[in-house]
Each structure stands twice: as C-alpha cells, then as structure tokens.
C-alpha cells in the first residue's frame, strides 16, 4: 500500500565480504558513502587457516545443524576426523568446512561416529601432502616452465587415473573447474590420453 507519509522503522544491517573494502573505496570500486553507513562496529575474522582451535568448535556445530536438519541421531567427530580437518587449510572457508561436514554426515548414514574416511578425499590427501618428485637445482639452473608444467601433468594424469578418467571427479579432486581441467589436458596433450565425455 503506498502513501506520502513517512514511517518510522527500526533496522540493523549485518553486513559480511571477504573482500578490502577500505582498498576498493580509495580505488574508487566501492561508494564511500556506503561504506561509512556500513562500517559502525567492523569485526574482522581471520581466515580458518589462522585459527585452527575454532576448528574442532565449528565441525561439531556443523554435524548438529545436519544431523538436525536430516533427522539423525546427533553424531561424534574420532579424533582421526578432528586432526584431519584441523591439518586442511581450508582455502573456501566456512561454506568448505560446512560442506566436508555436511558430506561426512551422508556419507555414514545411521553410524553413531563420524570415521575419517567419511571426509571428502581432498581433505584427506591435500595438494600438499602429494609426494612430489624433488628437483636438484644445477649450477646452471632449471627451466621453470617446463618443469613447473611436468609437475601439473603429473598431477592431472594421477588424479584420472584415481578417479578412472572421470574428470569432474579429477577436477574436485585438484579443486579446479571441470572446463580448467579440460583447458589443461588440451594444454598439455592429454586430451587423446583422456576424452573429453566424462
């Protein structure tokens, strides 16, 4: 129902973004108006990576939220679970920890604990923990490119052949986009060695 006289009403706003919104207003990408109405109370939360302890805390909410939300009896983090996903660096944050949590919790139906293997696999095995091959630095030195593309191909092809040519799998598995792995496999002569239908 419109009208001309003015209503009075009571709001508070919680804003949230992962983004330097002081840099954005000097660089002239974000209303400087905006942002002062916006910034009374800023609180700034360091990435998950940077505090581990909450870890274990934010997990334990999240399996009560999806045991709740599916109808399941409340279920326990192992220890195992507990380390592992205090070990992950959890580059997308909350939204990744409350997935991985979210997948655990499927994935062991009506068990009373949450066993590591339920974790999705890339939390298990981070990028970082690969063996990687060591490289000896000659005198003469090294050719970056070349082998920095040996170590991709590498990863890509051992990737595929874990997840038997399935390369949306591979693709979750190296945290890239399905068409980033296919731009990849193309890149580096792969594309005969693994089709693109899967």
């Not at 109405?37 to 909450?54: G, Q």
């Not at 590591?116 to 970056?144: C, H, K, M, W, Y």
């Amino acid at each position: 129902m419109c009208g001309s006289k003015p209503v009075k009403v009571d709001v508070r706003v919680v804003a949230a973004t992962n983004s330097d919104l002081t840099r954005m207003v000097s660089e002239g990408s974000f209303r400087e108006d905006l942002y002062y109405r916006l910034n009374v109370i800023p609180i700034t939360l360091p990435p998950l990576r940077d505090r581990r302890e909450d870890v274990p805390l934010i997990a334990r909410h999240f399996v009560q939220k999806s045991c709740k939300s599916n109808n399941l009896q409340l279920k326990t983090l192992t220890q195992e679970v507990v380390r592992a996903l205090m070990n992950y660096s959890w580059p997308g944050n909350i939204r990744q920890i409350e997935n991985a949590v979210e997948h655990a919790v499927a994935m062991t139906g009506q068990e009373k604990e949450i066993p590591a293997r339920s974790l999705p696999e890339e939390i298990l095995q981070p990028a970082s923990s690969l063996l990687l091959p060591t490289v000896a630095i000659p005198d003469e030195g090294i050719n970056f490119t070349s082998v920095v593309s040996q170590l991709e191909r590498e990863l890509i092809v051992r990737c595929l052949e874990k997840t038997g040519g399935n390369k949306r799998q591979a693709a979750r598995l190296l945290q890239l986009s399905r068409t980033t792995l296919i731009d990849k496999l193309h890149r580096l002569n792969l594309g005969d060695e693994f089709p693109a239908a899967s």
